[in-house]
């Protein structure tokens, strides 16, 4: 069984910054997709950044130069990277990642974080 452990969350002020990881650990030979998913209270979950196998990354437009997705695959750990935090940051994030468990597998597999707290206010 896989799971997903988040580390970091906090609050920061307007304009600092804050740093969050996500490890997988269980039966995995692959993670084709890794990343962030945030939800802010009334508003409805959504994707942050993805980290593709390969190298390939994605980000969301509200958050697109200010945040940053990285991946250690040794570790099956991604990381966020988010400077110049805005008071519109305030979520819930969520780590996501699609498991591959075997090299024949076809299937792939969703899994979520417990999610961890980012809070931005002055």
């Known amino acids: 069984q896989v799971q997903l452990a988040e580390s970091g969350g906090g609050l920061v002020q307007p304009g600092g910054s804050l740093s969050i990881s996500c490890a997988a650990s269980?039966?995995?030979?692959?993670?084709?997709?890794m990343g962030w998913y945030r939800q802010a209270p009334g508003k409805q979950r959504e994707l942050v950044a993805t980290?593709?196998?390969?190298?390939?990354?994605n980000y969301a437009d509200s958050v697109k130069g200010r945040f940053t997705v990285s991946r250690d695959n040794a570790k099956n750990t991604v990381y966020l990277q988010m400077n110049n935090l805005k008071p519109e940051d305030t979520a819930v994030y969520y780590c996501?990642?699609?498991?591959?468990?075997?090299?024949?597998?076809?299937?792939?597999?969703?899994?979520w974080g417990q999610g961890t707290q980012v809070t931005v206010s002055s």
């Open positions: 980290s593709i196998t390969g190298g390939s990354t």
């Open positions: 269980g039966s995995i030979f692959s993670i084709p997709v």
């Open positions: 996501y990642a699609e498991i591959q468990y075997t090299a024949t597998s076809m299937s792939r597999f969703q899994y």
